[in-house]
């Protein structure tokens, strides 16, 4: 039981770390930019979102297995290992880190964007400077949902990873395997376990999106000053 | 560098098609049109927010913009041209305090905070640096996107209606003190409204642009009392524009328009004797009906008046009247108004012309 | 506030790109050590024998051993796929000798190590007391637990004797498909089956009764095992596989509900 929370917790943070990243730039780039087959683009990255977790398994076999360029190039295969696992998280998680940075960057009035461009800021220093501030609470509510989703990933693991205790079997899988073999208390354990944390991190989303009240707002026209 | 824009662009959206050429001096430039003419367009090319599809555009000896041309095409990216700009709605960074947003420009210089903070003084903010934009009204968000466009020494600096959402007093304070930082600085100002008063107030040189094309271009008196086509009157809504003298000024201002007087709105900044432009708004002319008593609110400016000529459409009814100092002026209302007249050409009726329906423009040059 | 949260994020941005080039890079090459603990697949049947079998591997030798169980034929399929697998642990001989054809198994290290026996199970609330297979075709027996006859050889075995024994087709539709023996078990005491077809080697775990199919009825299930090809672990694969087949391995396969390999009890 130890090691598969310690597994899931290593899976879940690279899948959570690859798909924060990727999804932040794929986020910014459909909610600002067009471009020849932007559509395309995205109902491809969104597709994990509505595909059954075999179907985006069998793709990942495919990608990973014996026959793919890469492993010929380094001889390494990421196949029933947590990497795989890993990585097999991180494309289930991703449509929904893309599609939560995507409105957050949308949000920001792009007025602000351009302001700062004419104020003599790069294109990188507008986007850690000035959207991502602004986008921070959606993109960090898009970050915990990755998570918990990586967090809970079966079917695809599953099938790229296999379910190795010790190796590759996450806490789903340890209790898929655990209900099998009639181990109700392990099951019963990490049941919990997994559902307390999905439901603490459906609060903090739903905290991270609610509007913000602004601090110790004055009202404009109020204003101590004589001639506003 | 001698300061000098000089624009020269096209630019399609679809249906819309934008060409102008204009040259802005260290001044005020005044855009003035309706909204959608394109005004913006132009700023925001200015700035290198948006490329025109064609043209060049120069600022003393640098070229920022060149294309269509056999030379190799020029876009200098915004970041570098770093013009002034203050946007409208202002855009300043909500999640920065006022210092912090003027500070931006200058993120680089060690000496930045104390540039910020003297150019907030000079914008009398100073003392609200650490407010957040939240926390400001209208006037002072405005002041902020001020210092913060100039934060930058560019020479030239863009205003996209920046009079908008202000009050009369907030508004002539700071039209006084953009008129003054332009002396000081030298700056090309280059300004976009559709309000008539605040292009008066502010503009050396005056651009009239309607959907896309400019309509005429020069000093903002030649352009106000020879509009070179109807459209050119129409864009900038004038009608019934005069000229009068100020005989005195006191609780109300009174004008000697070609010998007959006329109270108009008080304006502090006027002496005895001065010649100034003014316009009667067609929708402040009252007629009286000869047998009820007069509101006081309407009884200014009691005159005899004959009706030349009257024309109507569904809502709206408009007369062509000629007062007893022999100028004409046009007079509209809704168009079921005084049902019980017939105003027909040749009749003489009498009329109240509302005080503050006098709008004065300034003086001459 | 939010300023050093920019450039905060600046900080960790470069460094995270740095770190996530280096993830991938460095793993998982650096796995294939070759002190790292022994990968043993073992078919669900020997779900009760392997922690008694890795534990006493380990007291002896000092290896460890890590398992991962599944039916034969889910795990013969991971091993073609290139899991990390050292020594494969079959329900028959068929799995393994694929396998072997495929290359995959080291030649000459196929060995049976332990004969299976199937059995009918029931739950301890079950009301029926069942003495014949026959009895099976009994209209009161709504659910029939099997293991996937594709990838189970128990459930193959299971098939196979409903067939003998002439009621397949009295009872197929009541048939419910388990992913192997010991779910089949889980699907009687939880799931709502009234019967399983299963391995007496699960018998010590179950709560409930349970009769053995008669030997006529199935093939015998003759339990292979096989070292796996091309493995950094050889070694040490080989000395688990001689341990299975040893004296105390075949210990503890009977004293867990095995026979032996000739089938003698």
């Known amino acids: 039981m130890g090691s598969a929370l310690r597994l899931s917790i290593q899976v879940t943070l690279t899948a959570t770390i690859f798909a924060a990243v990727l999804g932040l730039i794929l986020g910014r780039l459909l909610a600002r930019r067009e471009f020849l087959g932007k559509s395309l683009l995205e109902t491809a990255v969104l597709l994990p979102l509505v595909l059954p977790p075999s179907v985006v398994g069998y793709y990942l076999l495919l990608g990973l297995g014996e026959r793919n360029p890469l492993f010929s190039w380094t001889n390494v295969s990421l196949l029933f290992t947590w990497q795989g696992a890993a990585f097999a998280s991180g494309v289930v998680a991703l449509p929904l880190m893309v599609q939560a940075s995507k409105a957050a960057i949308a949000n920001v009035n792009p007025a602000l964007e351009n302001a700062a461009r004419v104020l003599g800021a790069g294109e990188g220093e507008v986007f850690f400077r000035i959207t991502l501030p602004l986008a921070k609470r959606g993109i960090l509510a898009g970050v915990v949902l990755a998570a918990a989703r990586a967090f809970g990933e079966f079917g695809a693991t599953l099938m790229v990873a296999g379910s190795i205790p010790g190796r590759t079997q996450t806490v789903p899988l340890a209790i898929y395997d655990a209900v099998q073999a009639g181990r109700y208390g392990d099951a019963n354990a990490l049941v919990l376990l997994t559902t307390t944390l999905a439901f603490f991190s459906l609060l903090v989303v739903r905290q991270l999106e609610r509007p913000r009240r602004p601090p110790n707002a004055i009202a404009p026209g109020t204003s101590p000053e004589t001639g506003g | 560098m001698t300061p000098r824009i000089a624009i020269d662009i096209e630019k399609n959206y679809g249906a819309f098609h934008l060409h102008v050429a204009l040259t802005a001096e260290p001044g005020v430039l005044v855009l003035f049109g309706a909204s959608g003419a394109g005004k913006t367009t132009i700023l925001n090319a200015i700035a290198g927010l948006v490329r025109p599809d064609r043209g060049t555009i120069r600022v003393g000896e640098e070229t920022w913009f060149s294309r269509g041309r056999p030379e190799p095409a020029i876009d200098v990216p915004a970041r570098i041209r770093r013009v002034g700009y203050v946007m409208q709605d202002y855009a300043l960074f909500p999640h920065m305090t006022a210092l912090e947003n003027v500070r931006f420009p200058l993120r680089r210089d060690p000496a930045g905070e104390t540039t910020a903070r003297t150019l907030l003084d000079r914008v009398s903010m100073g003392h609200l640096a650490e407010r957040r934009p939240a926390q400001l009204s209208g006037g002072q968000q405005q002041r902020v996107a001020i210092a913060r466009a100039l934060a930058g020494n560019s020479r030239v600096l863009l205003l996209d209606e920046p009079f908008g959402a202000l009050d009369a007093p907030v508004r002539e304070r700071l039209q006084r003190d953009l008129r003054l930082l332009q002396r000081a600085m030298d700056l090309i100002i280059v300004l976009v409204t559709h309000r008539l008063e605040d292009a008066f107030a502010m503009g050396d040189v005056i651009a009239v642009l309607r959907a896309g094309s400019l309509e005429q271009v020069g000093p903002i008196a030649d352009v106000f009392h020879r509009p070179a086509t109807r459209g050119v009157a129409e864009i900038m809504g004038i009608r019934n524009l005069l000229r009068a003298r100020v005989c005195a000024v006191a609780a109300t201002t009174t004008l000697d328009w070609n010998g007959m007087t006329l109270e108009a709105p008080a304006d502090p900044g006027l002496e005895a004797g001065a010649e100034v432009t003014a316009y009667v708004r067609p929708d402040d002319v009252k007629i009286v009906y000869p047998n009820r008593p007069i509101s006081p609110q309407v009884a200014h400016n009691l005159l005899e008046a004959t009706i030349l000529a009257s024309r109507q459409n569904a809502s709206v009814r408009i007369l062509r009247i000629k007062l007893p100092n022999e100028s004409e002026i046009e007079v509209r209302f809704p168009a079921l108004s005084y049902g019980e007249m017939t105003l027909e050409p040749g009749e003489t009726v009498r009329v109240a012309i509302r005080r503050e329906g006098i709008v004065l423009l300034g003086h001459l040059a | 506030m939010s300023r050093l949260f920019s450039i905060a994020f600046e900080r960790v941005h470069t460094v995270l790109r740095g770190a996530a080039l280096l993830g991938i890079i460095a793993l998982p090459a650096c796995t294939e050590r070759s002190n790292e603990p022994l990968l043993v697949a073992a078919a669900a049947s020997l779900s009760g024998a392997m922690p008694d079998l890795t534990a006493a591997f380990e ?207």
């Not at chain 3, 039916?71 to 072997?100: C, H, K, N, T, Y």
């Not at chain 3, 079950?126 to 075709?137: D, K």
């Not at chain 3, 889980?186 to 709502?192: H, R």
């Not at chain 3, 503890?252 to 000739?262: C, M, R, V």
């Open chain 3, 59 to 265: 007291a002896e030798t000092g290896y460890r051993v890590q398992m991962t169980t599944g039916a034969s034929g889910q795990l013969a399929q991971q091993i073609r796929e290139g899991a990390p697998i050292d020594v494969f642990l079959s329900a028959d001989r068929e799995w393994v000798e694929r396998l072997s054809d495929d290359g995959r198994i080291v030649p000459g290290t196929i060995a049976v190590y332990a004969r299976g026996r199937l059995v009918v199970f029931q739950s301890a609330a079950s009301s029926l007391h069942m003495t014949r297979i026959a009895e099976i075709a009994n209209p009161a027996i709504r659910r029939i637990a099997i293991a996937n006859p594709e990838t189970a050889p128990y459930g193959r075995a299971a098939r196979q004797a409903l067939e003998t024994a002439g009621i397949l087709r009295a009872v197929e539709a009541r048939l419910v498909i388990a992913e192997n023996v010991r779910q089949t078990v889980q699907y009687v005491e939880t799931a709502g089956a009234d019967l399983a077809f299963t391995s007496e080697a699960l018998m010590a775990e179950g709560q409930g009764t349970w009769t053995e199919v008669p030997q006529e009825l199935y093939d015998p299930l003759d339990q292979a095992l096989g070292v796996v090809a091309n493995r950094p672990n050889e070694e040490m694969a080989r000395a688990f596989a001689s341990f299975v087949l040893g004296q105390r391995g075949q210990e503890i396969l009977l004293a867990s509900g095995f026979t032996p390999p000739d089938g003698r009890i």
